[in-house]
């Protein structure tokens, strides 16, 4: 039996995006707008691992197998996991909550990986739901204060999720590391900071070489292939005994 109220429920996902115009792609998403394959019928046999994020995670101005959701897939079992990509662009930690409670009863998630995006971002539920980022007027009023807790109380609500389906939850970061006591969480980078790669070991030459040219998505916005091919070794090295 499913639960609904207002803007929440917990077997109706949001509707996505197929495409961003800023970026002049098209993006090979469901029907409903995600980043991945249909959910019904849902396949079976696997452990379903549902990905939540922000533009970053979506994968804005790439093709699909750069983004880091496809990277970090191709180095875990595929006999054992299914990747669900259901990061959105523009999301806030709000929107992260909502659509993973909308998953509970679709794709019964038992890995939730949250690359959460910077805490200014909230969404506001007036006659639709509107995705609120850093420059929105309507944010005037909020504080650093406000911002980290309206992002612990997310973080709350997803730990409190996984706990309720016995799943595990790891956190990461698109742009700034916000401090998680408790939690699961790679934080010694980001998707945004991870590239170049700079080494402190002078032998090692490779990591050693000056870059003064960014890597970026198509849309000359987004962070390049480089960032998320380096942002999955960093994941995979770092969870990798629990992505299984």
């Known amino acids: 039996m499913s639960m609904k109220y207002g803007f929440y429920s917990d077997q109706l996902l949001p509707e996505g995006v197929s495409q961003n115009p800023k970026s002049g792609m098209n993006y090979n998403t469901n029907s409903h707008g995600y980043r991945c394959p249909e959910w019904k019928p849902l396949p079976v046999g696997k452990k379903n691992v549902v990905i939540l994020g922000c533009s970053h995670t979506f994968g804005v101005g790439l093709n699909q197998g750069e983004v880091w959701v496809d990277k970090l897939y191709d180095k875990v079992n595929k006999k054992r996991l299914r990747f669900w990509n259901l990061a959105q662009p523009g999301a806030s930690a709000d929107k992260i909550v909502r659509i993973l409670y909308g998953c509970e009863k679709i794709l019964f998630p038992k890995i939730i990986i949250v690359c959460w995006p910077v805490w200014s971002r909230r969404e506001r539920l007036e006659q639709y739901a509107e995705s609120l980022t850093s420059s929105d007027s309507k944010l005037k009023q909020e504080n650093q204060y406000t911002d980290r807790n309206n992002f612990l109380k997310n973080v709350f609500f997803v730990e409190k999720?996984?706990?309720?389906?016995?799943?595990?939850?790891?956190?990461?970061?698109?742009?700034?590391?916000?401090?998680?006591?408790?939690?699961?969480?790679?934080?010694?980078?980001?998707?945004?900071?991870?590239?170049?790669?700079?080494?402190?070991?002078?032998?090692?030459?490779?990591?050693?070489?000056?870059?003064?040219?960014?890597?970026?998505?198509?849309?000359?916005?987004?962070?390049?292939?480089?960032?998320?091919?380096?942002?999955?070794?960093?994941?995979?090295?770092?969870?990798?005994?629990?992505?299984?």
């Open 161 to 244: 999720f996984a706990e309720k389906n016995n799943a595990r939850v790891l956190h990461c970061f698109s742009q700034d590391v916000y401090e998680l006591p408790k939690a699961d969480v790679y934080n010694e980078n980001t998707l945004q900071k991870c590239w170049p790669v700079w080494s402190k070991q002078k032998s090692n030459h490779k990591d050693r070489i000056r870059i003064n040219t960014a890597n970026l998505a198509r849309d000359n916005l987004h962070y390049g292939e480089k960032h998320h091919e380096r942002f999955a070794e960093l994941l995979y090295k770092h969870f990798k005994t629990k992505l299984k």
